[in-house]
């Protein structure tokens, strides 16, 4: 059974950085592309960035040159390096693979930015 578990959530103020973790278990996770999203509060869950299972990388405009994803195939986890952040990227953060035509997530951890 797959499972994503995300962690490195919490507060932060404006301008700082967080490093978010995804741990993935119940899959071969070097074969498959690995993607985050985020939901901030009222609003519906955006894609943020997405790695493919050989490394190539793409972001949404709205963190692009903040955020970078990058993977480590040997942990089998996914991270999240969240540089310059601002308020309007408060939201909880999930991680997501699709499989054999199933969409799987993690239950998510919650970032506020907040002065």
């Known amino acids: 059974q797959v499972q994503l578990v995300e962690s490195g959530g919490g507060l932060v103020q404006p301008g700082g950085s967080l490093r978010l973790s995804c741990a993935a278990s119940?899959?071969?996770?070097?074969?498959?592309?690995m993607r985050w999203f985020r939901q901030a509060p009222g609003k519906q869950r955006e894609w943020v960035a997405s790695?493919?299972?050989?490394?190539?990388?793409n972001y949404a405009d709205s963190v692009k040159g903040r955020f970078t994803i990058s993977r480590d195939n040997a942990k089998s986890t996914v991270y999240l390096q969240m540089n310059s952040l601002k308020l309007e990227d408060t939201a909880v953060y999930s991680c997501?693979?699709?499989?054999?035509?199933?969409?799987?997530w993690g239950k998510g951890t919650l970032v506020t930015v907040s002065s």
């Open positions: 119940g899959m071969v996770f070097s074969t498959h592309d």
């Open positions: 997501n693979t699709y499989i054999s035509a199933r969409n799987y």
């Open positions: 790695i493919s299972s050989s490394g190539t990388t």
